[in-house]
């Protein structure tokens, strides 16, 4: 090694691994005796060393050479552990001698041409310093029930049951935010760019002609075979390559199915915070697990992040069925309290009149 390092001048050594050159010694005296001897040659070349080593346990902290979680500046611990037949690799700096670091497991990926991409969080909450704008939903009945319009930068979830219209909501907010001439860009996770533009069409929303127009851009990913973590980056790509006004995910309760809550949760709230940094409006999707159900179909940590919270839901009045719509949240600005009834046919969706008290709620 020490001829090796003198002879180029090399700055940097890399040892990959110690099992590789230790595989010949039993005696595990023997092996901390030269680990020793190898870390104070580097020490006297004044090189950086990076030394890779195998861990036989999962969970193990440590590797079966022991001795560098005491002799090294820095540890680094990495894991691939599996979730219902899915797999998850992480990345967690353990110690890092003389300063501050992040503490945690954060998962990444590797992709081509990028080798590792991590999933950390872009910031903490709270340090963003944007102008607090607020612009229109792209619905004017839908202004009308938040005093004019969402904040830019903020994050809306959409949350309902199966058939209240999450999607068509969206496609409609995106019509009207591309006929001002801004910027959209669409992810959908549970059906084909056929059947989006399909239905799209069938709304008289024609998002084929913006997209020519370089004001829009469509994204069918399917997280069953992409993996969660490869789905955030290429979101995060997407938007970096496009710069949007808005973004728009259909729906995150597709990214549940195929992960744990903790990956899940983390994953949300890093798309969040990155929207939130870049300045960009979100709106997100959920679907309520079944119809009576209160919950945001998110979960909790979810429903306190989002600046704002839509909430559709079916009510059953004078046996019919009829649709409601309330904003639940609509963070440091006023709205409507009360549900309101709208109506889905071959021109779009309509909010119209506030429900009647002899509504129920529909289950």
């Given at each position: 090694?020490?001829?090796?390092?003198?002879?180029?001048?090399?700055?940097?050594?890399?040892?990959?691994?110690?099992?590789?050159?230790?595989?010949?010694?039993?005696?595990?005296?023997?092996?901390?005796?030269?680990?020793?001897?190898?870390?104070?040659?580097?020490?006297?070349?004044?090189?950086?060393?990076?030394?890779?080593?195998?861990?036989?346990?999962?969970?193990?902290?440590?590797?079966?050479?022991?001795?560098?979680?005491?002799?090294?500046?820095?540890?680094?611990?990495?894991?691939?552990?599996?979730?219902?037949?899915?797999?998850?690799?992480?990345?967690?700096?353990?110690?890092?001698?003389?300063?501050?670091?992040?503490?945690?497991?954060?998962?990444?990926?590797?992709?081509?041409?990028?080798?590792?991409?991590?999933?950390?969080?872009?910031?903490?909450?709270?340090?963003?310093?944007?102008?607090?704008?607020?612009?229109?939903?792209?619905?004017?009945?839908?202004?009308?029930?938040?005093?004019?319009?969402?904040?830019?930068?903020?994050?809306?979830?959409?949350?309902?049951?199966?058939?209240?219209?999450?999607?068509?909501?969206?496609?409609?907010?995106?019509?009207?935010?591309?006929?001002?001439?801004?910027?959209?860009?669409?992810?959908?996770?549970?059906?084909?760019?056929?059947?989006?533009?399909?239905?799209?069409?069938?709304?008289?929303?024609?998002?084929?002609?913006?997209?020519?127009?370089?004001l829009f851009r469509l994204l069918c990913l399917y997280p069953e075979s992409t993996g969660i973590e490869d789905l955030i980056v290429e979101i995060k790509t997407a938007i970096q390559t496009f710069s949007p006004d808005r973004v728009f995910i259909d729906s995150i309760s597709a990214l549940e199915r195929i992960t744990s809550e903790i990956t899940y949760r983390e994953s949300l709230i890093n798309v969040i915070l990155y929207l939130r940094e870049m300045n960009i409006i979100g709106f997100l999707t959920s679907t309520t697990p079944t119809f009576a159900s209160p919950s945001f179909g998110s979960g909790i940590h979810i429903s306190t992040l989002s600046d704002a919270i839509i909430l559709l839901r079916y009510f059953e009045q004078e046996g019919k069925l009829i649709r409601g719509m309330a904003i639940m949240k609509l963070r440091d600005s006023d709205h409507s309290k009360s549900f309101m009834e709208y109506q889905i046919d071959g021109t779009g969706i309509h909010i119209l009149k506030p429900i009647e008290q002899n509504a129920g709620i529909f289950s």
């Open positions: 090694i020490q001829a090796a390092v003198e002879k180029i001048g090399a700055k940097r050594v890399v040892l990959d691994s110690l099992a590789a050159l230790f595989t010949q010694f039993p005696d595990a005296s023997l092996i901390r005796k030269e680990i020793l001897r190898i870390k104070s040659c580097l020490n006297t070349l004044s090189v950086t060393s990076i030394i890779t080593s195998e861990r036989y346990e999962d969970h193990a902290l440590n590797s079966h050479y022991d001795i560098m979680d005491f002799v090294s500046d820095n540890l680094i611990i990495l894991k691939n552990t599996s979730f219902n037949e899915y797999r998850r690799r992480t990345i967690e700096i353990l110690k890092y001698r003389g300063t501050s670091h992040k503490k945690g497991q954060y998962s990444f990926t590797i992709r081509d041409n990028r080798g590792i991409v991590i999933i950390s969080f872009e910031r903490e909450p709270n340090v963003y310093h944007h102008e607090r704008q607020r612009i229109s939903s792209g619905l004017e009945d839908l202004d009308g029930l938040i005093d004019g319009g969402f904040f830019q930068g903020s994050s809306i979830l959409i949350s309902g049951q199966t058939g209240t219209g999450k999607t068509l909501l969206l496609l409609s907010m995106i019509e009207g935010a591309l006929n001002r001439g801004e910027k959209c860009i669409l992810f959908n996770f549970e059906e084909s760019r056929d059947q989006i533009l399909k239905k799209a069409h069938n709304w008289n929303i024609d998002l084929e002609q913006k997209e020519q127009e370089g």
